[in-house]
């Protein structure tokens, strides 16, 4: 699969509960974050797509979880799933979204990998590193991306990038670091790649 298949992507709903979504079937990797990482961005630089997945000022706008079809018969897609963190909603809501987050990835089958989407000035706080926990339970690869990197210099990136490593270097799951930027691009192909690899 090779990016023109992610420039072919297509929304195809988003659901609020893990109980309608499409079958499960063929593979899917699943985008998550914080409110504020920079995920919508992310999946839009991905597909060459600026308008693909709704990004706003306000952190938190997936508010359901979001399905894309990549390509015309390949059966694989990307899932985005609401962010975590701080995002102005409810309480209520939050452990909504927090539940049927914990569903999709405790019972979807054709999960291949967890792309979890971190700011690279603030990263590993304690809800990504939960997710990370999990993957290494369950054994389901990681693609772990420090975005944002265009607002630090290649030096501070290089570091950036030397922390994560070292932070991640007792795992046993299969995993990726990259810097990216949705903004000018940088790490994508390199994202292209690692899910080409995984899918």
């Avoid at 991640?168 to 292209?192: M, P, R």
Wanted: net charge positive; charged share 25%.
């Amino acid at each position: 699969m090779n990016n023109t298949y992610f420039q072919q992507a297509k929304f195809t709903g988003s659901y609020p509960a893990c109980k309608d979504l499409p079958a499960d079937e063929g593979s899917e990797i699943a985008f998550c974050g914080r409110s504020n990482c920079g995920k919508s961005s992310v999946l839009n630089a991905l597909t060459n797509n600026k308008k693909l997945a709704k990004t706003s000022k306000t952190p938190g706008r997936t508010q359901a979880i979001n399905v894309f079809e990549i390509g015309s018969g390949e059966n694989f897609k990307i899932i985005d799933l609401p962010g975590y963190g701080y995002a102005k909603v409810s309480k209520e809501m939050r452990s909504l979204w927090g539940k049927e987050i914990d569903i999709y990835l405790s019972t979807r089958q054709c999960l291949k990998a967890l792309c979890i989407i971190m700011d690279i000035r603030h990263p590993f706080k304690e809800d990504d590193i939960n997710l990370i926990d999990w993957c290494e339970s369950q054994n389901l690869p990681m693609i772990l991306l420090l975005n944002k990197a265009d607002k630090l210099s290649k030096n501070k990136i290089a570091q950036a990038l030397s922390g994560a490593k070292k932070n991640l270097e007792e795992l046993s799951v299969k995993h990726h670091i990259i810097a990216v930027s949705a903004i000018n691009k940088t790490g994508i192909d390199k994202l292209l790649e690692k899910i080409n690899e995984l899918n």
